[in-house]
């Protein structure tokens, strides 16, 4: 496996920045802003490892989600949850917005909108094309809350929401 | 039982909202028992404090992005606090309904939930009233009481402070789908200038369908025409990031959990939710790919 170092640390940087802002629009405190970030930066950095391995976007989507699950989980540790409270899921979930495929959720919606023109150019094509995008969106998000929420069912107690 | 029956201590607190207005009223004056004819009567009473303060609480959750095991949980945790012996709560996308029981009593109300959205501080302000809560430790008044106040004063960050920031995310969004530097800076704005539409549009009570449609297309042709005027070579990809603020992810993620934690009528619920918004925002991106000119 080629791990392009610069690579990597573009994606974990923006996908710091992208969950930061994602944590900003769901009212926040400043305090578990840079949580936020470590949490996006944790999960395009597994994303950007195992897509550099040869996986396809939706496993390591989910390796990922697994990740950035098992990290919120360690938040409930006594010495941090002094910290972060009860914000490690919420976190969590933040930290995998980023990796919500929207571009190809647009893709497949343009995708029908053409297939659906009088006269469609390379109409198979282009069904195939659509096709897969719908599937990419569907699969991805399957694997991002799958792997939050075994994450999260593993330890639970019945009030460890609180 | 913490809650004492006949408690007519309770403070006598301005709430904000109309609901809340409706369940402190109903909070007030509760008769001393030795003085009631009826007993019955005064204990349907208290369970109906008890329901609203419980709807309330759930209410609230539904309404900041809590997913339904959590509101749930939390609902029955306040009822309990507060004395019920059962609780069962029915959660749909836009009322919950709670059936209480105590003794030989019975009582069912229902409560209408707005449009949802997230608002972490908020939530976690009511999770921890619900911790406190559970303990036993206080009166159906009180829980409205603090209620009121927690809606009133927990904080929220400058409009502009987010609408910055979310400019920010939609840029760096855009980094991770392949924008080039050139229009790293039309997206941002793009994106900050969407969620400052949107906040408005919000505020004024549009439909939040008829926001998606219209921010995105704003968005999306100021992020197109932006990077074409800073001769980025990425046009196509910077007018879909520029709307990536209008991605529904929260509701996506808790319309997974709700079907895995068996609620799959909320859940399916979310979900079309969020298909339907996704259709909205492709259609005002595509109408901005008509004016751009970008291939789509």
């Given at each position: 496996m080629?791990?392009?170092l610069?690579h ?10 992208a969950?930061?802002g994602?944590?900003?629009l769901f009212?926040?405190g ?10 996006g930066a944790?999960?395009?950095t597994?994303?950007t490892?195992?897509l550099d391995?040869g996986?396809?976007?939706?496993a ?10 098992c990290?919120?989980q ?9 910290r972060f409270g ?5 976190l ?7 990796m919500v495929?929207g571009?190809?959720?647009?893709q497949a919606?343009?995708?029908l909108?053409?297939?659906?023109a009088q006269?469609p150019q ?7 094309t659509?096709m897969?995008?719908m599937?990419?969106v569907?699969?991805?998000i399957a694997?991002?809350g799958?792997?939050l929420?075994?994450?999260a069912?593993?330890r ?5 929401f609180l | 039982?913490?809650y004492?029956r006949g408690n007519?201590?309770?403070p006598?607190v301005?709430?904000?909202t ?5 369940m402190?009223?109903?909070c007030?004056?509760?008769?001393d028992p030795k003085?009631?004819?009826?007993p019955v009567?005064?204990?349907h009473?208290?369970l ?8 309330l609480v759930?209410?609230?959750?539904m309404?900041?992005g809590?997913?339904?095991?959590v509101?749930?949980?939390s609902?029955?945790?306040v009822?309990r606090?507060l004395g ?5 709560l029915?959660?749909?996308y836009?009322s919950?309904?709670i059936t209480?029981?105590?003794g030989m009593?019975?009582?069912t109300?229902?409560i209408?939930v707005?449009?949802l959205?997230v608002?972490?501080r ?5 999770r ?5 809560f ?6 159906p008044?009180?829980?409205?009481a603090e209620m009121t106040?927690?809606?009133r004063d927990t904080?929220r960050q ?5 609408a910055?920031?979310v400019?920010?995310?939609c840029?760096s969004?855009?980094?991770?789908l392949?924008?080039d530097w050139?229009?790293f ?8 200038v969407?969620?400052a539409?949107r906040h ?6 549009t439909?939040v369908f008829?926001?998606a449609?219209?921010i995105a297309?704003?968005?999306s042709t ?5 990077a074409r005027?800073?001769?980025?070579t990425?046009?196509n990809?910077a007018?879909?990031?520029?709307v990536?603020l209008?991605v529904p992810?929260v509701?996506?993620?808790n319309a ?8 799959p009528e909320?859940?399916?619920?979310r979900?079309?939710?969020v298909?339907m918004?996704?259709?909205f925002?492709?259609?005002?991106v ?7 000119g970008?291939?789509s």
């Open positions: 080629n791990v392009d610069l990597l640390l573009h994606q974990a940087v923006f996908g710091a920045l969950a930061s994602f944590g900003m009212n926040f400043w305090r578990e802003l840079p949580g936020c970030a470590a949490s944790l999960a395009l597994t994303r490892l195992g391995a996986w396809t976007l939706e390591a989507s989910f390796a990922a989600a697994v990740a950035v699950g990290g919120a360690l938040l409930h540790a006594p010495l941090l949850h002094t009860t914000a490690g899921n919420a969590a979930v933040a930290g995998c917005i980023p495929p571009s190809f959720a647009a919606i343009f995708g909108i053409a297939l659906t006269h390379n109409a198979g094509t282009m069904l195939v659509t897969e995008s599937l990419r569907v699969f991805t694997a991002l799958t792997g929420s075994i994450t069912h593993i639970r107690r019945r009030d460890s | 039982m913490a004492r007519d201590d309770s006598s301005k709430v904000v109309q609901s809340g207005q409706a402190m009223k109903d007030m004056n509760i008769p003085n009631t004819p009826n009567v005064l204990n009473r208290e109906e404090q008890v329901a609203g303060a419980a709807l759930a209410h609230r959750l309404e900041t809590s997913r339904a095991e509101v749930h949980e609902c029955s945790l009822a606090g019920c012996e059962h609780v069962n029915r959660s749909g836009a919950l309904e209480l029981d105590s009593n019975t009582i109300r229902m209408e707005g449009t959205g608002n972490y908020l939530n976690h302000a009511i921890d009233l619900v911790r406190r559970r303990e036993g430790s206080g009166t008044a009180a829980a409205v106040r927690l809606e904080p400058p409009p502009w402070v987010v910055l920031w400019g920010i995310a840029a969004f855009g980094r991770l392949g924008i050139a229009a800076i039309p997206v941002l704005t793009a994106g900050a969407g969620q539409g408005l549009l919000v505020r004024r009570g439909n008829v926001v449609a219209g297309f704003l968005s100021l992020g197109g025409l932006g005027w800073a001769a980025s990425t046009v990809l007018m879909n990031a520029s990536l209008l992810g509701p996506a993620v997974q959990s709700d079907i895995m934690e068996g609620h909320l859940g399916g619920a979900a079309i939710f298909i918004l996704l259709m925002i492709a259609i005002g595509l109408i901005a790919h008509g004016i751009v970008a291939p």
